[in-house]
């Protein structure tokens, strides 16, 4: 069975929703960064119309997971899967013939969970593919101040350093950092369930 399912996905999918109706803009294609299992995609897309929706993954098992939940879901507007790599050079959907131009990018759980390069490396990638005015959307736990907002986030990041030293729950401020040196200014922070942020950055 390719479709895959993360309990921890079907439970934020309602509130972030909220957050994206009042954050994205109000065409174009969204372009999500990181799209895991795929249930955000195929929730998203149908209730985010006329918007488009184009879900990304290095991972192959989870490339084939959307398309799996984009063949359930059977949204109109939800595009294909592709296969993107944060680290490329150039991504592949710079190269893609899509149905509108990518408005805005959504990445929910990714920078703690790859190496620090990554996160770089998605605002390089924004930087070439978005308009002044477009933003993106991260959604995770953070730090704020370099210190943990929740006993919970604190144990979350211990397991993390000891699956991988290079991953971890990131100091929100070291992101604005990265963000603004490639001509992002930081934007609103929404405090979400389970102690996490969705927290926008705006291309200048």
Not at 167 to 196: H, K, Q, T, Y
């Given at each position: 069975m390719s479709k895959r399912f993360a309990p921890a996905t079907e439970r934020n999918k309602t509130p972030l929703l909220a957050v994206l109706k009042s954050q994205l803009p109000e065409s174009g294609t969204i372009l999500e960064v990181a799209a895991g299992t795929g249930q955000h995609a195929a929730f998203f897309a149908p209730r985010l119309a006329p918007r488009w929706w184009l879900p990304t993954d290095l991972n192959e098992a989870n490339i084939a997971s959307i398309a799996a939940w984009r063949e359930e879901a059977d949204a109109s507007n939800l595009l294909s899967p592709q296969t993107l790599d944060v680290l490329a050079p150039r991504w592949s959907v710079e190269e893609s013939v899509l149905p509108a131009p990518i408005s805005a990018i959504v990445n929910i759980n990714m920078v703690h969970i790859s190496p620090w390069s990554c996160c770089e490396a998605l605002f390089d990638g924004a930087a070439r593919i978005i308009k002044a005015q477009a933003p993106i959307l991260m959604y995770g736990p953070f730090k704020r101040g370099d210190e943990h907002t929740a006993p919970s986030?604190?144990?979350?990041?211990?397991?993390?350093?000891?699956?991988?030293?290079?991953?971890?729950?990131?100091?929100?401020?070291?992101?604005?950092?990265?963000?603004?040196?490639?001509?992002?200014?930081?934007?609103?922070?929404?405090?979400?369930?389970?102690?996490?942020l969705m927290v926008s950055f705006i291309r200048v």
């Open positions: 986030n604190k144990a979350f990041d211990q397991q993390l350093r000891a699956q991988d030293p290079r991953w971890g729950v990131r100091n929100l401020e070291d992101v604005i950092d990265v963000a603004e040196a490639r001509g992002f200014s930081s934007g609103v922070v929404v405090p979400m369930p389970a102690n996490n």
